[in-house]
């Protein structure tokens, strides 16, 4: 007998006579083959008994332990052999922490399920698949479906089990070694296919994962997406019914999805290649697309429909009136093309088809109503465009700015502390209530602290992932601390988690040295430094008694805080000294040009609080500094240190700050070099702009690398923070000329829209300087560290929305620029059009050096042309 037998047998008597321990020890270590041999043979009622002890035990684990692969395979197989019904495995398997190995589970867990007579395991599929998330993990789909496929069961086809039934088949699981079959192959061997794919064309969103490429050697070239190749050669074999194939994907299309998603069925489509007899049955649906679907699939609809030979000449003309509106130029000059042939074929219906021609003579595009006016004068129809009378030159059209909205009041409810917390942790790193919640959390641990640590530590525990972790790799983030500061709600004074805070509170200032704010990490921002200087000392205070809250909670949404009200906060505080973190950022957040009275109320007090506050009034606070933009290049050697001199582009444009001359900085605040170092998470960069509120080319220095990773990086999200910019007051500089020019050049939408937002708020504020910024957009263009063409839909979106001067003006300033690159970038002839548009809707002259030279020059090409348009516009 082998030693392993031996050991079975031994487990095995010690279950029998009432031991557990050595069976957890070995679903603790995920000894599965282990845990089944010692479960084999064992009476029903002694495997309930156990089951109960299993479910005590996995509840006091479950929040220390995560169960992969080893441990949650494991784990299932003594849930499936010791509980008595599905339900209750369910409660155990279908945890969010429990992912047993995929097939290897489940075939253990079908010997174990055998051996004891177990008849739920379809029921018990059922049950875990229900509790599936969004981050759930593969394997537990191949657990599952491995279990239902064996036992008999149909699979769930709810949204997430078809998201993780397509992820199985582009990620096979590897039980057996050796390389995975080809995609084709893994579906027409799938027992599921018949049901999943149909709900492939169902699916909101999925067809972004429909798009994966098949295993690859060449990393430069990761090939061709599989999945739609592999659908098309199964309807050619006739697996898979082909009709189902083109009517799935076009009904998707016409259903609509983000047009990444899209992109998918229209690849399908290609791959399938419908017959002329094929798309004449679906025309209708095909002329749908040609009028509302995303620019990708109007144009192969567009391409299918061109090719019909007897298409009903009225049904493409009802089509026409609508798409000749769409703002997809290519597109439009295609359909212009389409119907000039179709005139010229059907004489008899040319006025016919001239008059739906002339629909495109009103375009915002120039090039395109001049081209739709020629052909529909061709073809007998003469459109005549009346422009507007401009008695007077105009202006924006905008609203004046609204003031800062009052901040919330302070939150002094224990249930209301708790949901803030819950919203805030229950979501990445985004801070954007973190100060009220900071300030309740004082308030209401100085009286009840055992109460808030009871309420709060199960919020603690449900957190999102994201705020587990320590992120070590990012300088910015302040995810731990901020944990560690509400988890220290209700400790004792005496504690360990006291003394740290302060031994953490002393490490950061130094009061013999300028700066007091000591510099840790010099990627990080002073501004960044404060914020954790100031939560620092808030894990400090927390419980302490009295504590009325922080003195420089915001009065304004906007992180303003009212000269008067911060006296009526320490006048409540009494002889009790302030934090002086707290108290620091009290003073950065007050306006300048506060009156005597307030100054006189301060010194009043009494303490050195009001002494300090009555000071910085009279000196005015903190001054603005001097910003000096500078060229940051790539540096390799730096690269070895700092991944972002490595990777940010050849060069980038930034901007240094030092104080004022005569000026001690004592923060550290003012003085910062021009340096792309910045971390990964970007929502606690929305906290900047509140925590200086008058200080806006300040903050808008601090978070430039960020927004330029926008458009020279095509990174996310990184101009999101110029609307909270646009809030704050102060002068913006280069440094927000800098920001909009990059937030205008973003890579994606949000970006874009985000820049075009503060662009309208700064512009109604008259805070926004439109030549400054086109200065710096042409630098950038004709330097080729932006792309121009992405320019043009943002700046007509700002002028269409009420600023037509000042786009016009900031145009004015950036061509001459462009104009004179050696080789003018891309997008120039669409800028040139934009500003022939606004300087006609404004009236408006202004002289653009370097015009005239380029409209002089021979030849009809599109930047010749342009600059001819825009110097012949008559004011």
């Known amino acids: 007998m082998t030693r392993s037998a031996q050991s079975a047998i031994r487990r095995r008597q010690e279950l029998a006579a009432g031991g557990t321990s050595d069976l957890f020890d070995l679903v603790a270590s995920g000894a599965a083959e282990s845990v089944a041999a010692a479960l084999e043979g064992l009476p029903e009622q002694r495997r309930r008994e156990i089951g109960v002890e299993l479910t005590a035990w996995f509840k006091?684990?479950?929040?220390?332990?995560?169960?992969?692969?080893?441990?949650?395979?494991?784990?299932?197989?003594?849930?499936?052999?010791?509980?008595?019904?599905?339900?209750?495995?369910?409660?155990?398997?279908?945890?969010?922490?429990?992912?047993?190995?995929?097939?290897?589970?489940?075939?253990?867990?079908?010997?174990?399920?055998?051996e004891r007579g177990v008849d739920w395991l379809v029921d018990l599929a059922h049950r875990i698949a229900a509790r599936f998330r969004q981050d759930t993990w593969v394997g537990r789909w191949h657990f599952v479906a491995t279990l239902l496929h064996a036992e008999g069961g149909a699979p769930p086809t709810d949204d997430r089990c078809v998201q993780l039934w397509l992820t199985a088949v582009e990620s096979p699981d590897r039980f057996h070694q050796g390389q995975p079959a080809p995609v084709v192959d893994r579906l027409r061997d799938d027992p599921f296919l018949a049901v999943m794919l149909p709900r492939l064309f169902e699916v909101d969103g999925l067809g972004n994962q429909m798009m994966f490429t098949a295993s690859h050697d060449n990393w430069h070239d990761p090939g061709q997406p599989a999945l739609p190749a592999a659908l098309a050669q199964l309807a050619v074999e006739g697996v898979v019914d082909r009709a189902m194939l083109l009517d799935g994907s076009i009904s998707r299309l016409l259903r609509g999805d983000r047009p990444t998603a899209?992109?998918?069925?229209?690849?399908?489509?290609?791959?399938?290649?419908?017959?002329?007899?094929?798309?004449?049955?679906?025309?209708?649906?095909?002329?749908?697309?040609?009028?509302?679907?995303?620019?990708?699939?109007?144009?192969?609809?567009?391409?299918?429909?061109?090719?019909?030979?007897?298409?009903?000449l009225e049904s493409v003309l009802d089509a026409s009136r609508q798409m000749l509106t769409r703002p997809d130029k290519a597109l439009v000059r295609t359909q212009l093309t389409w119907l000039d042939r179709l005139a010229r074929h059907h004489r008899d219906r040319a006025a016919e088809i001239a008059e739906v021609i002339a629909v495109a003579a009103e375009h915002p595009?120039?090039?395109?109503?001049?081209?739709?006016?020629?052909?529909?004068?061709?073809?007998?129809?003469?459109?005549?465009?009346?422009?507007?009378?401009?008695?007077?030159?105009?202006?924006?059209?905008?609203?004046?700015?609204?003031?800062?909205?009052?901040?919330?009041?302070?939150?002094?409810?224990?249930?209301?502390?708790?949901?803030?917390?819950?919203?805030?942790?229950?979501?990445?790193?985004?801070?954007?209530?973190?100060?009220?919640?900071?300030?309740?959390?004082?308030?209401l641990t100085a009286t009840e602290g055992t109460r808030v640590r009871a309420a709060l530590d199960p919020v603690i525990e449900r957190r999102h992932w994201y705020w587990a972790n320590e992120h070590r790799w990012d300088p910015l983030c302040l995810c731990q601390t901020v944990v560690e500061v509400l988890r220290s709600a209700g400790v004792k004074r005496t504690d360990q988690r006291r003394e740290r805070w302060e031994k953490l509170l002393a490490a950061v200032r130094r009061t013999d040295a300028t700066p007091e704010l000591v510099v840790t990490d010099p990627k990080v921002s002073p501004v960044h430094r404060l914020l954790r200087a100031r939560l620092t000392e808030v894990g400090a205070y927390v419980n302490e008694p009295g504590q009325p809250g922080l003195l420089a909670l915001p009065t304004s949404t906007n992180g303003l805080l009212d000269p008067m009200t911060l006296v009526e906060r320490l006048a409540a505080l009494g002889d009790r000294?302030?934090?002086?973190?707290?108290?620091?950022?009290a003073l950065l957040r007050l306006p300048t040009g506060a009156d005597e009275s307030v100054i006189h109320k301060a010194t009043a007090l009494g303490t050195a609080a009001g002494q300090r506050l009555a000071a910085w009034l009279r000196d005015g606070g903190l001054p603005q500094p001097v910003m000096r933009p500078r060229t940051v290049k790539r540096d390799p050697h730096r690269g070895n240190r700092h991944w972002e001199w490595a990777y940010m582009p050849a060069e980038r444009q930034l901007v240094e700050l030092t104080p004022p001359d005569g000026h001690l900085d004592h923060y550290g605040l003012l003085t910062a070099p021009a340096t792309p170092l910045s971390g990964d998470h970007s929502g606690w960069v929305h906290l900047w702009p509140s925590l200086l509120p008058g200080h806006r080319g300040l903050v808008t220095a601090y978070t430039l690398p960020l927004v330029a990773g926008a458009a020279d990086m095509d990174e996310r999200d990184g101009a999101a923070v110029l609307p909270l910019l646009a809030e704050?007051?102060?002068?913006?500089?280069?440094?927000?000329?800098?920001?909009?020019?990059?937030?205008?050049?973003?890579?994606?939408?949000?970006?874009?829209?985000?820049?075009?937002?503060?662009l309208l708020a700064l512009t109604a504020a008259g805070d926004f300087d439109a030549a400054g910024t086109g200065e710096q957009l042409g630098t950038l263009a004709a330097r080729q560290l932006v792309k121009l063409s992405r320019v043009v839909e943002p700046l007509r979106d700002a002028a269409q929305a009420g600023a037509p001067l000042t786009v016009w003006r900031l145009l004015a300033a950036a061509l001459p620029v462009v104009l004179a690159a050696p080789t003018p970038p891309r997008g120039v002839p669409e800028l040139l059009t934009l500003a022939a548009e606004t300087a006609t809707a404004t009236g408006v002259r202004i002289e653009v050096p370097g015009l005239a030279e380029v409209a002089g020059r021979g030849g009809s090409s599109r930047l010749v042309t342009e600059a001819r348009r825009l110097q012949r516009v008559d004011i």
């Not at 290649?273 to 990708?296: F, I, K, M, S």
């Not at 440094?735 to 990059?742: F, G, N, T």
């Open 262 to 312: 899209l992109r998918a069925f229209t690849t399908l489509l290609d791959h399938l290649g419908p017959t002329t007899a094929e798309v004449t049955a679906r025309a209708t649906d095909y002329l749908r697309l040609l009028v509302d679907a995303p620019a990708p699939v109007a144009t192969m609809a567009q391409k299918a429909l061109r090719k019909l030979p007897d298409l009903e």
């Open 60 to 114: 006091q684990r479950d929040r220390d332990i995560w169960w992969s692969a080893g441990t949650g395979t494991a784990l299932a197989v003594a849930v499936v052999g010791c509980l008595p019904t599905a339900a209750q495995a369910a409660a155990i398997l279908g945890r969010p922490s429990v992912n047993p190995h995929g097939r290897r589970a489940a075939e253990l867990v079908r010997r174990v399920a055998q």
């Open 577 to 585: 000294e302030p934090g002086h973190w707290d108290l620091t950022q």
């Open 365 to 443: 595009a120039v090039e395109l109503r001049e081209r739709a006016s020629t052909l529909a004068a061709r073809h007998g129809f003469d459109p005549v465009p009346v422009a507007p009378a401009l008695t007077r030159p105009r202006g924006d059209d905008l609203p004046p700015p609204a003031p800062p909205a009052p901040a919330p009041a302070p939150i002094t409810d224990l249930d209301e502390l708790t949901e803030e917390v819950a919203a805030l942790l229950g979501t990445p790193y985004q801070g954007a209530p973190l100060e009220r919640i900071l300030d309740g959390l004082v308030r």
């Open 728 to 758: 704050i007051g102060g002068p913006g500089g280069v440094a927000l000329d800098l920001a909009v020019a990059y937030g205008l050049s973003a890579r994606y939408g949000p970006d874009r829209v985000a820049t075009v937002d503060a």
